[in-house]
């Protein structure tokens, strides 16, 4: 069965900095791009970033480029988003989502269950 | 960058009813278009992708079409279980998400 399981959301200063960490079993991971998409309270969908499968490729939206830097370790099955310089507007369900082949732009066909990052002084 | 503008912005319609959802593209996106379902509490699913493709698993009481810059999303029999928020997503550029349209039973 495939999984996705999130980690490192917390409470954050404005300002300060927090690394998100995905852990995922079930599937060749490195046959699979991968994204984060956020989800403030109550409000839509917001495609934060993406990788593709060799890790020679990334994208940002432009609310968090410049701010937030992703990741991934295909021999430890993991995905990161390095996030700096933290914003109130940053608060939100940070979800971890594999797309549907190797690269990022393309349908997400697995998620996670999310970490919540807050952002508060 | 490539905005996404869904229609209407919520809903309400009768157990058995047909229920269409609009994403406009501000540019040509080819079929690079797939559509979500997300209930209350939980992660968004994949129900449709390249346009007009049923993802794994998926009812066929849902169905979708369009490209370019014009695309629709059907329910042909909605079920109470139909509950949700349905969003948009292109992937031609990166990726965008409409604002997404909430069905209710009425």
């Known amino acids: 069965e495939v999984h996705l399981v999130e980690s490192g959301g917390s409470v954050v200063r404005p300002g300060g900095s927090l690394r998100l960490s995905c852990v995922v079993s079930?599937?060749?991971?490195?046959?699979?791009?991968m994204s984060w998409v956020r989800q403030a309270p109550g409000k839509g969908l917001e495609w934060v970033s993406g990788?593709?499968?060799?890790?020679?490729?990334?994208g940002y939206a432009d609310s968090v480029k410049a701010r937030f830097t992703i990741s991934r370790d295909n021999a430890k099955n993991s995905l990161h988003l390095q996030m700096n310089s933290l914003r109130a507007e940053d608060t939100a369900l940070y979800y971890c989502?594999?797309?549907?082949?190797?690269?990022?732009?393309?349908?997400?066909?697995?998620w996670g269950q999310g970490t919540m990052v807050t952002v508060s002084s | 960058d490539i905005q996404m503008t869904q229609s209407p912005s919520s809903l309400s319609a009768s157990v058995g009813e047909r229920i269409t959802i609009t994403c406009q593209a501000s540019?040509?996106?080819?079929?690079?278009l797939n559509w979500y379902q997300q209930k209350p509490g939980k992660a968004p699913r994949l129900l449709i992708y390249?346009?007009?493709n049923l993802a794994i698993g998926v009812s066929s009481r849902f169905s979708a079409s369009g490209s370019r810059t014009e695309f629709t999303f059907t329910i042909s029999s909605l079920q109470p279980e139909d509950t949700a928020t349905y969003y948009c997503?292109?992937?031609?550029?990166?990726?965008?998400f409409g604002g997404g349209t909430k069905v209710e039973i009425k």
């Open positions: 990788i593709n499968w060799s890790a020679d490729d990334t």
């Open positions: 989502v594999r797309n549907k082949d190797g690269s990022y732009e393309q349908a997400l066909d697995v």
């Open positions: 997503q292109q992937f031609e550029t990166l990726s965008t």
């Open positions: 079930g599937f060749t991971f490195d046959d699979h791009g």
């Open positions: 540019q040509d996106i080819s079929d690079y």
């Open positions: 390249d346009a007009s």
